[in-house]
């Protein structure tokens, strides 16, 4: 046995002694130095202590040591890194008041020794506990050096004051080089290894410190033996470093809850652009991969990370303003359509500002465009003014657009873009992420790749726990073997007319995002392949279903109705994710509890239309035959519905997107970018039909007056009031928007210039009632400038020229007028 044991040891001193040799060779060259240079400062401390050994008492030391390594098991797991902390450190303070050199430290390193070996896993490596004990030799010799110097002690410092100075060396000492080593092999900031791990437990650094005095005062009054009754202390220690973790892992788990959620509003929006243009989708994750492993490069913080993280998957949603020819066309833009494309950043950053992210989103993905001299858009920042993270958005975009394949041209060579990053280097690009983009782009092109392959498309599961499907009014569930299982002849006819619904459906769904050109279109094929005589498609949104689409009998009935989850055989459909054949239509109005508003048809063949992780919808089709519909009607049904329910929530989305885009958000009329569409739709017609028109605008007067002596929350109600009674003051086929501020403009179709003087009355008496309405003495009026087609311009933009001319004429007269009776 004694035989056995010794070969075991051996063979276990010949693997720690292998792992020492692999560390050696896997370790950095920083990190090596940094762990060598530590042991040669530390380690030769323990020989020394056992030469000098010194000792007044050795029962004392024999209780303090005994106390000190029963302290050492109870052991807390740090936050973010794999390391350890005890009460250990409260008897190296009191050893460092009470005991001599060699009987502190030799007290501490045995104590730290236990406490890395207590039930370790994995176990410690050699290098590992040979780094454990230099640190904690250095450090505790710095602590028992400042704690006894004659310095100190000769300036005056007294003792409460150097055993806090004591605590805080120790502390520094042991967590700053620990720090330091894992953020070297883990390839970390020190800085913030040390403040995210450390910084929090130097407040009981500091108890301990008080602890340690008191305990060291009631030995001199009472004896060494008292400190035995210290252990109910280390204990409650213990306690609330485990009760203050397992706050610190709740707030943890909050906080990627909360990332979760705008991670999951992160891709709500940009499903909106992958809809718009199918190629976007591989871009974002291609940018985004780039973009934050650069800045991790840069060691810029976690929230900016954050921050780089969402605006790589945001940064085009602005593009959604952006008229699709000029996405799309094949080569150079012309000034203009160049003027419409510089939008995009701007109108991504207002969508995205009602987001509120907790990290700065929105700056990057408005300054995504701006260049390194000045010369970038919208706002002309240069240099270092520019977020870091649009700086890094702006060269990653760039690589990839120059290596993807466009339809103006065709993709170049990795290396090829690189030679483009550098002739801007200066001029339109940041030199330091030029230079880590040269660097590494090999490396983050293969974490792409490997990415994208990886990644795994993932069904939503049903629920195992679904209320039975209520008798009355409901056929029976099909069974899901008996729609599997028919003959081959049918089977056979079946995937035929499938694939063809399928091809036609995938066609349909591919060519238009408004929901309800795609549903129409849809309820055209469906038509063909499955016979009916009424078809309703329903969308879940706020725990109820809305029809979006009605067409056949009982019209008026199914438009009109807003059906609660599990109501109905719709809702019951929608809740419980299952088909019904064959329902009795007449349930779908129970809910009202009105027996005059009943479906008159006889079947329902009802199908819930899945998204990406709920049910988007309800496809029900309706037939004036009981039992009409068959499984094989069901099985086609199933597979449209299977395409149908992602398309629907992609439309939805691009439609709640494209509102946003062209809708000003404070007067809900509409913006620059849809009223100026409006215009050129405008012009077209007068083009053609040889009518006139009049393009008008207004600047209010006295505005700025309201927001200085009342607040913008007032002015904000008074450009509500004042747009609102703009828009009834006009005719109903009139456009009025808002160009921003206090600017609001209309296009009026044939309107000349006797016509306009009468508006102009109407118009400053709607903004004059709107006066009182945000509680303002000061009366405000209005400048107008007016422009007519074809007289003043044959083009929106000479029209809004002219206007705009004119409007500052009136202002500078409305000025000058108030100056005379002043």
Known sequence: MR????????????????????????????????????????????????????????????????????ASVFKVRLPGIQATMSPNFLFILIGVIELSYPETLFLGCLGGLVQSLWQAKPRPRLMQLLFNLANLAISITAAYAVFHSHIAMSIGFRWPLLLAAASTTYFAFNTVSVSGIIAMTEGRNPVHVWKECYLWSFPYYLLGAVI????????????????????????????????????????????????????????????????????????????????????????????????????????????????????????????????KMKIHPVVGAEILERVRFPYPVVP????????????????GLKGEKIPIGARILSVVDCFDALTSKRPYRRAISPEEAMGALRSEIGLAYDPQVVEVIERRYLELEAMVNDAESNRKCSDVAPSADRPAAPSTGFAELPNSEEVRVTSFLSSIVSARQEAQLLFDL????????????????????????????????????DGALLPKFVHGVDYELFTSLQIPLGQGISGWVAQNEEPIVNGDPA????????????????????????????????????????????KDHLRMLLAASSKLGVSVENSLQYEKAQSTASTDFLTGLPNARSFCLHLEKELSRSLRAGQPLAVLMCDLNGFKKVNDNYGHLAGNKLLQEVASRLKSSCRQYDQVGRLGGDEFVFVLPQVTKEDVAELEMRLALAVQEASPEADSEAVISMSVGCAFYPHDGTSSEELLSQADRAMYESKERHYSKQEVAS
């Open 3 to 70: 035989k056995n044991g010794t070969k075991v040891a051996e063979k276990q001193l010949r693997n720690y002694w292998g792992n020492f040799r692999h560390d050696l060779h896997s370790l950095g060259t920083p990190a090596l130095a940094f762990i060598l240079t530590q042991m040669i400062g530390g380690l030769p401390l323990l020989p020394y202590a056992l030469l000098h050994w010194q000792s007044d008492d050795h029962l004392r030391f024999a209780c303090f040591l005994a106390i000190a390594l029963s």
């Open 212 to 339: 340690a005095g008191a305990a060291s005062a009631v030995n001199r009054l009472f004896g060494w033996q008292v400190a035995l009754f210290v252990i109910p202390i280390v204990y409650w220690i213990y306690r609330s470093y485990q009760a203050y973790l397992r706050r610190l892992e709740a707030e943890k788990k909050h906080a990627e809850e909360i990332a979760a959620l705008h991670l999951r509003t992160i891709e709500a929006l940009s499903l909106a652009i992958e809809a718009k243009d199918h190629r976007t989708h591989e871009h974002l994750r291609r940018v985004q991969v780039y973009a934050v492993e650069i800045g991790r490069d840069l060691s810029v913080s976690e929230l900016q990370l954050n921050a780089i993280r969402a605006a790589a998957m945001l940064h085009d949603i602005g593009k959604l303003a952006v008229p699709e020819h000029i996405l799309s066309k094949p080569g150079s833009l012309t000034p203009e359509e160049f003027e």
């Open 364 to 379: 990057i993905v408005r300054s995504h465009h701006e260049k390194w001299d000045g010369s970038g858009y919208p706002d």
């Open 506 to 541: 995938a066609q349909t769904l591919g060519n238009s995002l408004s929901l309800k050109e795609t549903l129409s279109v849809v309820a055209v094929r469906l038509k063909e392949l499955i016979p009916h005589d009424s078809i309703a498609f329903f969308v879940c949104q």
């Open 587 to 630: 349930a779908e109005t129970f809910y009202l509890g009105d027996p005059s508003r009943v479906s008159l048809l006889l079947s329902a063949l009802t199908v819930p239309l899945r998204g990406r992780e709920s049910v988007a919808g309800v496809l029900s089709l309706y037939h004036r035959e009981k039992n009409f519909f068959t």
